[in-house]
């Protein structure tokens, strides 16, 4: 199990405050072995809803994870202003410098998946291949998928989130409760979701969440509201594989347009899966992403 490989944990300093890192397995394989580093989603979220991926470790190569900026246990700055995908591509460079991953893998799950291809745009050396879990391009673009799903939920659960949200009530008890139904159908299909998953979800971080995003996952007012690099994905050259669910609130339409956009890109779709492939159909995910990363080792 994961749990007997080497762990260590610590923080990096950034910005003039504390980015909290935990790395997985032995740092002798990373010779022979990049180690994949992952960016996880919310944005908000702490790393906790990717925990499992920690088993690829078992296979002989170490698996890093950090909680972003104001999230988990990484310093809250106070200061909602900061959080900006320019500031996340930046704390990419600044984990990899502070813990020498000259080389690596990379995965993004959700928002991890858009920052990712953020900074694949910085060309950035030392990235053997791309992993991206239900990401999308475009925001805006996602938000017409998201909606059409929205559109299928039983029209008592519409009428209360329009309502909630035509009143700025967002936050009380009976929205997230419709919200429940959305997410049940198109972010997490397994019920109860498992330990990891909701200590996730309990933890997420509202001074970043509500700032970039929103308060739902399609009522999204924030920052990145208008983030789109549709155009630019054919600057993103390295090998790139695709993850995403059939379900998901990511939709196939709108993972068909990444995979249009960045030549020579590879995409598996989880046919029981929505948004947490890795967690809905974690075996095949496992058996996918290893046979990836072997495949690009020597990139």
Request: with cysteine.
């Amino acid at each position: 199990m994961a749990s007997t490989l080497p762990v260590s944990e610590g923080y990096i300093p950034f910005r003039g405050y504390r980015t909290w890192y935990k790395s997985v397995g032995d740092p002798a394989s990373d010779a022979t072995r990049p180690p994949l580093l992952a960016l996880h989603g919310g944005p908000g979220a702490p790393h906790d809803y990717l925990e499992n991926i920690a088993k690829l470790a078992q296979s002989g190569r170490r698996v890093i994870f950090y909680d972003q900026l104001g999230c988990g246990r990484s310093d809250r700055t106070g200061r909602p202003e900061m959080y900006t995908a320019p500031l996340f591509v930046e704390e990419v460079g600044e984990v990899r410098r502070a813990l020498g991953l000259e080389r690596i893998h990379l995965l993004g799950q959700s928002w991890g998946g858009m920052l990712a291809m953020e900074y694949m745009l910085t060309q950035p050396k030392g990235v053997a291949s791309l992993l991206i879990e239900s990401s999308p391009a475009s925001v805006p673009l996602w938000l017409v998928e998201v909606n059409r799903l929205r559109q299928e939920l039983p029209p008592e659960v519409q009428t209360t989130l329009l309502r909630h949200e035509a009143a700025g009530t967002t936050s009380s008890p009976e929205y997230q409760q419709a919200m429940t139904v959305f997410y049940d159908r198109h972010v997490c299909r397994v019920s109860p979701y498992p330990d990891f998953v909701q200590r996730g979800f309990d933890n997420i971080s509202a001074e970043v969440y509500e700032t970039m995003n929103g308060p739902s996952e399609f009522h999204v007012i924030g920052t990145i509201k208008d983030w789109d690099i549709l155009s630019r994905l054919g600057e993103i050259i390295h090998p790139t594989l695709l993850l995403s669910g059939r379900h998901d609130e990511v939709t196939p339409a709108t993972m068909a347009r990444v995979h249009c956009g960045i030549r020579g890109s590879e995409w598996v779709i989880f046919e029981q899966s929505s948004h947490l492939s890795h967690v809905e159909e974690e075996a095949r995910w496992l058996e996918v992403v290893n046979e990836w990363l072997r495949r690009y080792d020597s990139m």
